[in-house]
T-cell receptor, first 110, second 114 residues
Framework: DVKVTQSSRYLVKRTGEKVFLECVQD?????MFWYRQDPGLGLRLIYF???????EKGDIPEGYSVSREKKERFSLILESASTNQTSMYLC?????????FGNGTRLTVT | DAKTTQPPSMDCAEGRAANLPCNHS???????VYWYRQIHSQGPQYIIH???NNETNEMASLIITEDRKSSTLILPHATLRDTAVYYC???????????????FGQGTTLQVKP
């Protein structure tokens, strides 16, 4: 089975901090994704990557950046965390398969 | 991507079949129908997908109408662990060049009751 692992289940950070959310997949997938999920808004795509060092903006990239130095790892970076970035963050990966998701990181910015 | 419409919530008795409908009247010929579910506090889980033929796997069956404008996900013997939000998504082939970006709507909250 494909495994997508997010490094933290819960995270609490202060406004203005730089935050790193890590995601690792074990199936050699080329494509990796970061979504955020908020009540009433569903899942919204932040960024995705289709190869090492390649990235593309999703629907809501503002305030975020990403890093893909190795194929198995895709990091989401909040350069200066703000309270409106409090959310559930979901990482996913795929190749020629449907998306496989991690269990999410619930980030609270105070 | 074609838009989908699902009822916001449904109930089902434990042990009975759960039939979850989805309308996708603007679907185009090369778009697949995907179903995912999300159990509370977990990431979405892939269930099944199909193009035009009915599909079955160990989790569920997918029935797609002949005109492809709607589909039904069937959980044949629902259990309490099937309580979740179920998402119906329409997208191009999962090997297509646009990375298979999936747009998740609000889904249907299925409550399985004892």
């Amino acid at each position: 089975d494909v495994k997508v692992t997010q490094s933290s289940r819960y995270l609490v950070k202060r406004t203005g901090e730089k935050v790193f959310l890590e995601c690792v997949q074990d199936m050699d997938h080329e494509n990796m994704f970061w979504y955020r999920q908020d009540p009433g808004l569903g899942l919204r795509l932040i960024y995705f990557s289709y190869d090492v060092k390649m990235k593309e903006k999703g629907d809501i990239p503002e305030g975020y950046s990403v890093s893909r130095e190795k194929k198995e790892r895709f990091s989401l970076i909040l350069e200066s965390a703000s309270t409106n970035q409090t959310s559930m963050y979901l990482c996913a990966s795929r190749d020629r398969t449907p998306l496989h998701f991690g269990n999410g990181t619930r980030l609270t910015v105070t | 991507d074609a838009k989908t419409t699902q009822p916001p919530s449904m109930d089902c008795a434990e042990g009975r079949a759960a039939n979850l409908p989805c309308n996708h009247s603007t679907i185009s010929g090369n778009e697949y129908v995907y179903w995912y579910r999300q159990i509370h506090s977990q990431g979405p889980q892939y269930i099944i997908h199909g193009l035009k033929n009915n599909e079955t796997n160990e989790m569920a069956s997918l029935i797609i109408t002949e005109d492809r404008k709607s589909s039904t996900l069937i959980l044949p013997h629902a259990t309490l662990r099937d309580t979740a939000v179920y998402y119906c998504i329409v997208r191009g082939i999962h090997g297509s060049s646009n990375t298979g970006k999936l747009i998740f709507g609000q889904g249907t909250t299925l409550q399985v009751k004892p």
